[in-house]
T-cell receptor, first 114, second 116 residues
Framework: NAGVTQTPKFQVLKTGQSMTLQCAQD?????MSWYRQDPGMGLRLIHY???????DQGEVPNGYNVSRSTTEDFPLRLLSAAPSQTSVYFC?????????????FGPGTRLTVT | AQSVTQLGSHVSVSEGALVLLRCNYS??????LFWYVQYPNQGLQLLLK????ATLVKGINGFEAEFKKSETSFHLTKPSAHMSDAAEYFC??????????????WGAGTKLIIKP
C-alpha cells in the first residue's frame, strides 16, 4: 500500500493564482481531511469528508474548496491564493473520525504565496 | 468544548536523559487520546493511543504515556533519549460522540531537542 500520497511536495504561487493540491489514499478509508500547519499553531482543520459525495467545513475553511467524487481522492482547491495561505498542508485519512482510529498522514505540501 | 494543552513549545534534554512531554485535556466525557510524532519535513505518524484498556500505554520507539483521569493528563515519557527522538510531538483528543463535527482536537505541539 502507498498509504496517503500528496502532490506536489512544493509549490510557489503568486497572489491571486489558483491551484489544486492532490491527495489520494489506497486504504479504502471513508474519512479524509485537510489540515494546515503553521508554526506555533499546531494543526488546523480546513475541510473534511466522511465519504464520497459528503464534505464539510473545518476550523479554517475560507479560501479553500473541496470535493469528494471517489473514496480514494480528496483534492483541495485554493480559489485565489493569498500570502496568508503560505503554510504546510497535510492530507489525512482514517477508517473513522471518532473513537480511537488512527489517522494516516501524507508527506505534506509546502506552499508559498508571494 | 474539548481542548488540549501541551506545556512547553520546546523541550530540551540531554542524550540518555528522561524525556517528559506534558499533555492536559479538558473533556466532559472520557476521551480517546493520542500522541503523534512529526520528524523534520515529514507527515505525522501515530506514536501511541489510549483505548481505555489500560492506563499505561506503550508505543513505538520506547515511548509510553499514562492516562490519569483525576489530573486530566496524558503525559508522554521515555526513560532514555536518543538523538533520533528529535522531532515535534503532538497530543490529540478524539471526539467521543457523533455530534462532535468529527474534529480531532490537537495540541499546539512540543519540539523535542536532544543535546549530545
Amino acid at each position: 500500500n502507498a498509504g496517503v500520497t500528496q502532490t506536489p511536495k512544493f509549490q510557489v504561487l503568486k497572489t491571486g493564482q489558483s491551484m489544486t493540491l492532490q491527495c489520494a489514499q489506497d486504504m479504502n478509508h471513508e474519512y479524509m481531511s485537510w489540515y494546515r500547519q503553521d508554526p506555533g499553531m499546531g494543526l488546523r482543520l480546513i475541510h473534511y469528508s466522511v465519504g464520497a459525495g459528503i464534505t464539510d467545513q473545518g476550523e479554517v475553511p475560507n479560501g479553500y474548496n473541496v470535493s469528494r467524487s471517489t473514496t480514494e481522492d480528496f483534492p483541495l482547491r485554493l480559489l485565489s491564493a493569498a500570502p496568508s495561505q503560505t503554510s504546510v498542508y497535510f492530507c489525512a485519512s482514517s477508517y473513522s473520525p471518532i473513537r480511537n482510529y488512527e489517522q494516516y498522514f501524507g508527506p505534506g505540501t509546502r506552499l508559498t504565496v508571494t | 468544548a474539548q481542548s488540549v494543552t501541551q506545556l512547553g513549545s520546546h523541550v530540551s534534554v540531554s542524550e540518555g536523559a528522561l524525556v517528559l512531554l506534558r499533555c492536559n485535556y479538558s473533556s466532559s466525557v472520557p476521551p480517546y487520546l493520542f500522541w503523534y510524532v512529526q520528524y523534520p519535513n515529514q507527515g505525522l505518524q501515530l506514536l501511541l493511543k489510549y483505548t481505555s484498556a489500560a492506563t499505561l500505554v506503550k508505543g513505538i520507539n520506547g515511548f509510553e504515556a499514562e492516562f490519569k483521569k483525576s489530573e486530566t493528563s496524558f503525559h508522554l515519557t521515555k526513560p532514555s533519549a536518543h538523538m533520533s527522538d528529535a522531532a515535534e510531538y503532538f497530543c490529540a483528543v478524539s471526539p467521543s460522540r457523533m455530534d462532535s463535527n468529527y474534529q480531532l482536537i490537537w495540541g499546539a505541539g512540543t519540539k523535542l531537542i536532544i543535546k549530545p
